[in-house]
């Protein structure tokens, strides 16, 4: 979403702005083009040649540069971007955006531009707390600023509370829904992904091979349609997604949870390996090997998490779509599942273990609905979830 984007990106004088310069490298990776303003106060915590270096364009720091203004004049340089991010937005800067005031490159910047502004704020907690600084966030917002963070956590002075800087994951997220127009912006889906890990004892526990990889590539295709997603995954090898929000689970039970409290969303994708059964009784201590004897274990059925979330009376998601590991019958069994789980679609697949789907790089799945079992060819995993999640957006009424 961000390939081809321009980002003016305004530091502000705090110990946050070391932030910036990881922001930096993040926005470029996923293909936007970063022009860095630097304010004389963010000079004193991270330095322009170290901005420049990952920016890959000069930093622009003084408002009187005939040379600049000769090339570029600052009005122009606030209008070319598609997006102005000022990080961090120390109080002195929001207070100064509230008001009106452009007393230096970065606030005349702000006040000539035309482009959509956000802010990430950045300071002390009771400086965030201050009445004043809480009627200069009101007016911002009033005026159509948008605002990622503040979080809650230790300081650099010592002190805990809001006020740290939003971490720079979180604000390419929030920009990058900023700048979305796809499909599914303003759509809420929860995806599920990876296995579950159900303990024997303290360093012993029942899991299956999946990866996580194709749960990922679902959350990052629905996320580049726009989607809000929320990525609730056991302990999976793959990575984590970008841009979404993340649960780390271990357990069925503890995935059960975490998809109940996402409720309500508009679509759910439950595309993780839970496992069905754990051990009624895990032990607290580990099993010591005994000559002679084998331990006996007891098993326990896990809640049907598919199952609950598409038969909920209220609150059920418009659209709920499983998935079926299956190694015989591929197609009959899925559809059994289907109509025994009360879903709307099943993606299905085969993970007998000459197929190498299982933990691999590509897939080969069966989509199942009310209309019958479609094949779709085999192909990469990001390519299985670039269709899905444009099916999805066609049946939500989004495509």
């Given at each position: 979403m961000l390939t081809g984007k321009r980002i003016l990106l305004i530091i502000g004088g705090g110990i946050a702005a070391y932030k910036c310069l990881d922001l930096i490298r993040r926005l470029r990776e996923r293909g936007a083009a970063v022009t860095p303003v630097m304010t004389r106060a963010a000079e004193e915590f991270v330095t322009p040649l170290s901005v420049s270096a990952l920016a890959g364009e000069e930093v622009h720091r003084d408002l009187f540069d005939l040379t600049k203004?000769?090339?570029?004049?600052?009005?122009q340089l606030s209008r070319v971007a598609d997006l102005v991010v000022v990080a961090p937005a120390t109080a002195d800067l929001m207070g100064k955006m509230a008001n009106g005031l452009a007393s230096d490159l970065a606030t005349t910047l702000l006040m000539a531009t035309d482009t959509p502004v956000m802010i990430a704020p950045a300071m002390n907690v009771r400086m965030w707390d201050h009445p004043a600084t809480q009627r200069n966030l009101a007016q911002l917002v009033a005026d159509g600023v948008a605002v990622v963070g503040p979080n809650e956590g230790d300081m650099a002075c010592g002190e805990y509370?809001?006020?740290?800087?939003?971490?720079?994951?979180?604000?390419?997220?929030?920009?990058?829904?900023?700048?979305s127009d796809g499909p599914l912006k303003g759509r809420k889906i929860l995806v599920t992904s990876g296995p579950t890990h159900e303990p024997i004892d303290p360093v012993r526990y029942i899991a299956n091979r999946s990866s996580g990889s194709q749960g990922t590539a679902i959350a990052n295709a629905l996320r580049a349609l726009g989607a809000?997603?929320?990525?609730?995954?056991?302990?999976?090898?793959?990575?984590?997604?970008?841009?979404?929000?993340?649960?780390?689970?271990?357990?069925a039970r503890d995935m059960h949870d975490a998809v109940m409290d996402a409720l309500p969303v508009d679509a759910g994708v439950f595309a993780a390996a839970v496992a069905d059964w754990r051990v009624a009784s895990a032990s607290d201590s580990k099993i010591k090997k005994t000559k002679g004897g084998l331990p006996v274990l007891e098993f326990a059925?896990?809640?049907d998490i598919l199952a609950k979330v598409s038969q909920l009376a209220k609150g059920r998601p418009g659209l709920v779509v499983g998935f079926a590991a299956e190694t015989d019958d591929v197609v009959e069994n899925a559809t059994s599942k289907r109509q025994r789980k009360g879903?709307?679609?099943?993606?299905?697949?085969?993970?007998?273990?000459?197929?190498?789907?299982?933990?691999?790089?590509?897939?080969?799945?069966?989509?199942?609905?009310?209309?019958?079992?479609?094949?779709?060819?085999?192909?990469?995993?990001?390519?299985?979830?670039?269709?899905?999640a444009e099916r999805i957006a066609s049946a939500l009424g989004a495509g």
């Open positions: 203004e000769a090339e570029m004049g600052h009005i509370g809001p006020g740290r800087m939003a971490e720079p994951m979180e604000i390419v997220a929030a920009l990058s829904d900023a700048l809000d997603v929320i990525f609730v995954t056991g302990p999976a090898e793959a990575a984590r997604p970008d841009g979404v929000k993340i649960v780390e689970v271990e357990t059925e896990n809640p879903c709307d679609w099943i993606v299905a697949n085969d993970v007998s273990p000459e197929t190498g789907i299982m933990g691999g790089s590509e897939n080969a799945v069966v989509l199942i609905s009310e209309d019958g079992a479609e094949s779709w060819p085999r192909m990469g995993k990001a390519e299985v979830a670039k269709a899905l």
